[in-house]
Each structure stands twice: as C-alpha cells, then as structure tokens.
C-alpha cells in the first residue's frame, strides 16, 4: 500500500460554503514499545498499544471557500487560542499529504482543537491530536469529493493518513489493543496502518491506567528526536528481535488471559525503552528519581501482596501503572497511602480500556 492506494481528488467547483467537521480521538499507551523509524514513517518494529478512554483530542476541522490554489493555509487554534509552534506542524503535516487530499490547496482551513488532559502535564498528546485530524481530513473527504468508504476502509484510511504525522497515532484510530507494525503472529498487520486485536479474554478489557504524574516539564529530548537515536544504534538488531517477541507473545497472552506474561512483558519493553536511551550514542534519561523509587515500589508491592499490577512508562517521566478492575478498590488506596504518599506533584490521571475514536456532530 502506498499514498496512491489511497487516490486523492481536486474539487471540480469551487467551495461555495464551509463545511466543518468534528472529531474526538483518544491517546493510547504502547505496551510493546515503537522505538526507530525508518523511511516516510515507517516502524523499525511492530509495537501493540491499549487506546485508552478519557485522554483525548477534540478537533474540528472547517474548509472556507478560497479564490486561489496555492499552498496550505491554515488558521490554528489549539484551547482556544492561535499558536504558532503548533500550527507550524500541522500546516507542514497538512502540507505533506496534499498528494492524497489535493482539496487542501483548494480551500482556506480552520482548525480547532483542545484535550481533556492538561498539556502541561506532560502526557504526550501527538497520538491524540493526529489521529483526531486524520479522522477529520478523511471525513471531509467524504463531503467535499463524495468519496464514499465502508467503515473499515475509513478507519484503515485515517490511520494511514495519522501514521504520517505522528507514528503512534495510527494506533488510536481503533478501539482497545492495536497493532502497528508487521507481525507474523497477527494476520493482516502492516507498517502502514495500524490494525485491531480482535482475540483477546474479556479480562483484558477491564485494564486501567493510573498515570502518577512526576514531573510536567517538557521533556529535554522528544520522541522525534529519540526515534533517529535507534540509528546505527548497537543494540538496533537485537531490539527489532525483542520487540517481534514480545509482540508474538503478548498477543498470545492476551488471548489466553495471561496476565502474569503481560505485566512481564510489558515490563521488560519500557525498561527496554528507557536502556535503548541511556546507551545510544548520545545517551540521555527521561526517568527521574522519583520514576524509579515508584517503579520499584510497584514490583516490590506486586511480590508482597500478588496483586496484578504492573507499570510501562513513555518517552518521560511519569509512570502508567496497569491494573484490573476487580482490584480498583485496594490499587486506589495503594496509589495514596504509599505511591504518590511522598510525591511533590501528588496527581493522577485515571484512565481505562477505550471504546475508539468517535465522531462529532
Ligand atoms: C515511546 O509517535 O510520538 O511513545 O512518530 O516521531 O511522532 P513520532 O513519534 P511518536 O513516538 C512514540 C514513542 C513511544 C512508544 C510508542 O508509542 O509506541
């Protein structure tokens, strides 16, 4: 699959009214970790993600009536205000997928869009907020060209479209475990889009997400910036190994309702996150001391009380740590009384198991 699998048309008359279309797309959290990418977006690994439920982007998108063609030109608001740095982005991600939505040099844009997470909390927001556009392009595509697509090709066509402004965001296209990546153990998965887990245990759509919030300042490294650290990396070979098991034996775990595999595996890929930062050429450190005093208290408390509680982290600080809904109840008083006890920040996000993507309007 390429741009041209997903032919994009010119308007044959001009806009004569806007058109505005809306969009609320969720986060979600990498269990199997995408780390290096390689070409126009395109994974060194396959990673697996939950989307999650109560993080996410509003975004709508309008298309105004324009006299010339020309170059993308684009009004950015983001909670509510103009912001440039943002809008710079967008309008070079817009810019760059003129070839499957060629209308975008046709029409004036305005784009709207806030998260129902802090921005400043540090909870990375490109997964969000770029599914939640590529949701919008793929709908006024609808109404402007009439192109009309079944819902799985709408869905495989946004997360297409969301991978090429941000890799993990092809992910939220979907509701709960995705993949993203080519995987023998899961037919149809690509690197292009990502895919849906269809077979899992119903245990596993009880999972939640606290994330205990260390630290909310913007993070010394980006993402961007981490992913072209996997270059020449010396543990790139071994890493594209792990990464294809872990992938292979979560989802087996998932499917089964393994959930001592899960907590190891997802575990070890972001421990594995974090080790490919500190050992590439130039090395750096996301966690903070107080990321590895909590992450320690967790496999600690896991081994004296046998709950089914594990943590993954990001690219930062803060710490997602994973539980089940039957023990919410003794989690919650945990995260009180001894993880965020001592915590400057003392803040929490609780998130869960996410039905996708829904649209507005
Ligand atoms: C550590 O998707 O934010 O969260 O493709 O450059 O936008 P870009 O990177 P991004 O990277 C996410 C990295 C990660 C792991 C993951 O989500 O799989």
Same mark, same amino acid.
Request: aromatic share 8%.
């Given at each position: ?38 070409? $126009? ?100 595509? +609808? ?43 899961? +037919? ?17 759509? +009880? ?21 072209? $650290? ?32 899960? %907590? ?14 500190? +050992? ?14 909590? %992450?320690?208290?967790?496999? /600690?408390? $896991? ?24 023990? %919410? ?14 915590? /400057?920040?003392?803040? $929490? ?13």
């Amino acid at each position: 699959m390429t741009n041209s699998d997903f032919p994009g048309s010119e308007l044959t008359s001009a806009l004569s009214e806007p058109i505005t279309v809306s969009w609320q797309s969720p986060s979600n959290i990498a269990l199997v970790k995408y780390w290096g990418k390689t070409g $126009r977006q395109l994974p060194v690994n396959s990673s697996l993600s939950i989307t999650l439920s109560k993080a996410f982007t509003e975004t709508s998108l309008t298309a105004l009536p324009r006299k010339t063609k020309g170059s993308v030109d684009l009004d950015f608001w983001f909670e509510g205000t103009q912001n440039a740095a943002f809008g710079e982005r967008m309008t070079k991600y817009l810019q760059s997928v003129t070839d499957i939505f060629p209308w975008l040099a046709q029409v004036n844009l305005k784009l709207e869009t806030h998260n129902t997470f802090p921005h400043s909390a540090g909870i990375a927001s490109s997964a969000s907020a770029f599914s939640a556009l590529a949701l919008c392009l793929c709908s006024l595509d +609808t109404e402007l060209n009439g192109i009309m697509l079944d819902e799985t090709e709408f869905r495989q066509k946004a997360s297409y479209v969301a991978r090429l402004g941000s890799g993990s965001a092809c992910r939220s296209v979907f509701p709960g475990f995705t993949v993203w990546g080519k995987s023998k153990a899961l +037919t149809g998965s690509s690197d292009l889009l990502a895919v849906p887990v269809t077979e899992f245990h119903p245990v596993f759509s +009880t999972l939640r997400d606290s994330i205990l919030l260390v630290n909310k300042k913007e993070k010394a490294v980006s993402s961007t910036e981490g992913h072209k $650290r996997m270059i020449g990396h010396p543990f790139a070979e071994a890493r594209i190994k792990q990464a294809t098991k872990n992938t292979a034996d979560l989802l087996e775990a998932l499917k089964s309702g393994d959930k001592k595999t899960f %907590i190891r595996i997802v575990e070890n890929e972001a421990l594995t996150l974090h080790a490919l930062m500190m +050992t590439s050429d130039e090395g750096f450190m996301l966690m903070y001391p107080e990321t590895v005093r909590i %992450i320690n208290r967790i496999q /600690e408390i $896991r081994k004296e009380t046998g709950l089914d509680i594990c943590f993954t982290l990001d690219a930062g600080p803060n710490v997602h740590l994973l539980y089940f809904e039957d023990q %919410i109840e003794q989690v919650n008083k945990l995260i009180v009384e001894d993880l965020l006890k001592n915590n /400057e920040q003392n803040m $929490r996000i609780d998130d869960f198991y996410g039905k996708g993507p829904v649209k507005i309007g």
